[in-house]
């Protein structure tokens, strides 16, 4: 049981260039959540999906798209980078809604995105 | 808006003191209260969850309590070890839809 996966674990990109980071987890979970971590700072929620089939943004979508593949995986694109993008992204996810009640969420190791 | 803030940003103690870290929230309807630990370099992992129904949880050395009166929420950590010596992180969320606001943590230095 790996948890929560992501990939890669670091980048380095030029300004414009575009990517996509990947999430996946093996639990079974309803739900799951892209966020970005600055210096400092606490999260914050880029996108997330309730469930499979569906998304909605967060607080910052400015700059991404995302996909909910299937039930296990969800990624998150940056489709022309900027160096304000520079950040760390988390992935998590959650038993969610569909199974009544907002449990834990948990969260991948992240990928450290540096955007020059 | 609905904001988390965690004050202090850092906190430095001895090894052996009992302590607490805060956490306070600007709209007293939550759905529920999340205490993380972030090591260095490394993702989140869950520490206690409070539902809005609940006044506390503990586990261990844990014990995390909800006053959703005063929007605060504690995280009290008893003898505290070096081992302890993280960022911990307090997420709400205020809707069952799965968004948490995160404050930026406090980083907690246990010295020996």
């Known amino acids: 049981n790996a948890g929560v996966t992501q990939t890669p674990k670091f980048q380095v990109l030029k300004t414009g260039q575009s990517m996509t980071l990947q999430c996946a987890q093996d639990m079974n979970h309803n739900s799951m959540y892209w966020y970005r971590q600055d210096p400092g700072m606490g999260l914050r929620l880029i996108y997330y999906s309730a469930s499979e089939g569906t998304t909605d943004k967060g607080e910052v979508p400015n700059g991404y798209n995302v996909s909910r593949l299937n039930k296990r995986e969800f990624s998150l694109r940056l489709e022309s980078a900027a160096p304000s993008q520079t950040s760390v992204y988390f992935c998590?996810?959650?038993?969610?809604?569909?199974?009544?009640?907002?449990?834990?969420?948990?969260f991948g190791p992240g990928t450290r995105l540096l955007v020059l | 808006k609905q904001e988390v803030t965690q004050i202090p940003a850092a906190l430095s103690v001895p090894e052996g003191e009992n302590l607490v870290l805060n956490c306070s929230f600007t709209d007293s309807a939550i759905y529920n209260l999340q205490w993380f630990r972030q090591d260095p370099g490394k993702g989140l992992t869950s520490l206690l969850l409070?539902?809005?129904?609940?006044r506390e949880q503990t586990s261990g050395r844990l014990n995390a309590s909800l006053d959703k009166s005063s929007g605060r929420s504690t995280l009290y950590i008893a003898a505290s070890q070096p081992g302890d010596s993280a960022t911990y992180l307090c997420a709400v969320s205020w809707t069952n839809a799965g968004k948490s606001t995160f404050g930026d943590g406090t980083t907690l230095t246990v010295k020996p």
């Open positions: 409070i539902q809005s129904s609940q």
């Open positions: 998590a996810s959650s038993e969610g809604v569909l199974a009544g009640t907002q449990e834990t969420q948990y």
